[in-house]
């Protein structure tokens, strides 16, 4: 089972349809690409594979993976799981100490990247005492080292590729860090298929579908799903800050039935589309996740869409994703209702193939999942999954794979989500926020999503928070205010007030933006936003 064979099926049964478009142009006659057939890149990532090989990455290596999205991001990724090599992703926005940190946990013994990521290495002394080996994509400079031109000119005559088994590790992915240092999630390759056929059954994606990714992680599956990607060319490190005329040429210009984007990415959209009275008709499908999308962008993005297509946002972590999903037409009307009465998000029902609980809050470790206590329907508790995409542990973090697994009498793996939530009587799951985010005072318990909801709902709020100020226990809760552009704080204040007053909550902040995680620009870092206010 190596999930690089999906690759290899698709050159097989349609070897000249197009795997990947590149714009790089645009013109007054249209966008100007190179374009890539499933038969190139299947061909040119075994010709990787094999010059991996020949120097000497043997399969189970750890390989730091430093490439943008590109055909070279493509053709190595397949590459390294052909060759049995475990790539390490670390997101590079996530900060300088931070990220070698990470990879110090890591201790990739080959660094494969860009010019730029070579520099940084040298300059930072990333990797430095466990890095043996050197791929350059691009120019390389005073370093030695493959590089990958070469790499893919190797010939593949004696090249067999090594049979690797489900449970053999694939990949160490990094989390986003938005309430910690990033985590390495340890991706089996029994993972990365089951997430294949969950998406492709459940979203019913078909072959020869076209794909807009906004984020980099999920266009690896594009392959795999039969799906052509067309690249955006735009900064993948702040989706917020995109152009929304882009990429709506981009969904004109090549006819994208599928487009994926972080809630940020998706307001940033919708606002362009709701100003322009654009719509888009050829798009049946769009999916957001990385956050809560907020119900005034699902509302836009209808007004853009054709009745039968809809918006679509799955939940789960990058430990375990999907566990649950909900169409946007399934939102409108009472759930949406609910999340401004103050009942949290409504995520949906968890897919078939996931087993889902809901027990006590605890902020210990639980070994055996036995021991946890199920709560009352109904009743706020922590989100407990158990499936074929969870993982069972993180990269040399013995005490926090402890705090976030349980094991059954029949050896399951289950997975803390580290969410707070509740199962309403048909089943669907409601996110009322992070476990570690909610704010414990002297009467009590508050929920982010479930204050955060009513305050939202006001007009001229963009976004709110529920921050807890001091000890937990003892703490102070404030609702920080992001307005919209333009809006008149003056106008918002009562309606929050009234709204706040009924949890006990007084104290009112704005604030003109919200720290945010750099993945998805859309998880607000609330810990850090609480600093900020209470040093005010």
Same mark, same amino acid.
């Given at each position: ?76 990724? %397949? #590459? !390294? @799981? ?7 992703? *670390?997101? +590079? ?124 992680? %999920? #266009? !690896? @599956? ?7 990607? *067309?690249? +955006? ?304």
């Amino acid at each position: 089972m190596n999930i690089a064979q999906a690759l290899s099926r698709q050159a097989l049964t349609q070897p000249d349809g197009i795997a990947l478009i590149v714009p790089r142009k645009r013109t007054a006659q249209g966008w100007k690409d190179e374009r890539h057939t499933y038969r190139e890149l299947d061909e040119l990532s075994t010709r990787l594979a094999a010059g991996l090989a020949a120097e000497g990455i043997q399969p189970g290596t750890r390989v730091a993976f430093m490439v943008p999205p590109s055909l070279e991001f493509f053709a190595l990724f %397949f #590459a !390294l @799981f052909k060759a049995g090599a475990i790539p390490v992703l *670390v997101d +590079p926005g996530i900060g300088i100490k931070p990220l070698k940190t990470c990879l110090g946990e890591a201790r990739p013994e080959v660094f494969l990247g860009i010019t730029k990521a070579h520099i940084a290495r040298l300059v930072l002394g990333w990797g430095r005492g466990h890095v043996k080996r050197l791929i350059t994509v691009g120019p390389r400079l005073l370093w030695g080292g493959a590089r990958y031109k070469d790499l893919a000119a190797t010939s593949v005559s004696a090249y067999r590729a090594p049979e690797v088994g489900p449970d053999d590790p694939a990949a160490i992915l990094f989390t986003s860090g938005s309430t910690g240092i990033p985590k390495g999630v340890v991706y089996r390759q029994r993972h990365f298929a089951a997430q294949v056929d969950l998406i492709r059954e459940q979203y019913r994606i078909k072959p020869g579908e076209v794909d807009l990714p906004t984020f980099p992680p %999920f #266009a !690896l @599956f594009d392959p795999a799903l039969g799906m052509t990607t *067309v690249l +955006p060319p735009m900064d993948f490190t702040r989706p917020a800050r995109v152009d929304p005329a882009m990429l709506v040429s981009l969904i004109r210009e090549y006819s994208v039935t599928n487009l994926f984007g972080s809630p940020a990415l998706m307001n940033t959209l919708t606002r362009h589309l709701e100003a322009e009275k654009i719509r888009l008709p050829g798009l049946k499908r769009v999916l957001s996740a990385g956050a809560p999308v907020h119900a005034k962008v699902i509302e836009r993005i209808h007004r853009a869409l054709e009745d039968h297509a809809d918006i679509h946002t799955p939940y789960g972590a990058t430990e375990c994703l999907p566990v649950a999903t909900i169409s946007g037409r399934e939102l409108s009307g009472g759930l949406s209702a609910g999340n401004r009465a103050g009942k949290g998000i409504c995520v949906g029902k968890p897919l078939a193939a996931n087993e889902v609980r809901v027990i006590a809050i605890n902020d210990r470790a639980i070994d055996l999942a036995e021991q946890a206590v199920d709560v009352q329907p109904g009743e706020i508790g922590e989100i407990c999954v158990y499936g074929p995409t969870v993982t069972d542990t993180y990269w040399e973090r013995e005490r926090q794979t402890r705090e976030a697994k349980m094991t059954d009498e029949k050896g399951r793996v289950w997975h803390r989500m580290g969410d707070l939530g509740w199962q309403d009587e048909q089943g669907r799951l409601w996110f009322c926020g992070r476990k570690s985010e909610r704010v414990r005072t002297t009467e009590g318990e508050l929920y982010t999503e479930c204050i955060e909801g009513p305050v939202n709902a006001v007009p001229g709020v963009y976004r709110s928070a529920l921050v807890g100020i001091g000890e937990p226990g003892r703490q102070v809760p404030a609702v920080v205010i992001e307005p919209d552009p333009g809006a008149d704080r003056e106008n918002i204040l009562p309606a929050v007030r009234d709204l706040i007053a009924r949890f006990g909550i007084e104290r009112i902040e704005f604030s003109k933006g919200f720290p945010v995680d750099i993945r998805h620009n859309a998880k607000i870092r609330r810990h850090e936003l609480a600093q900020q206010v209470s040093q005010r």
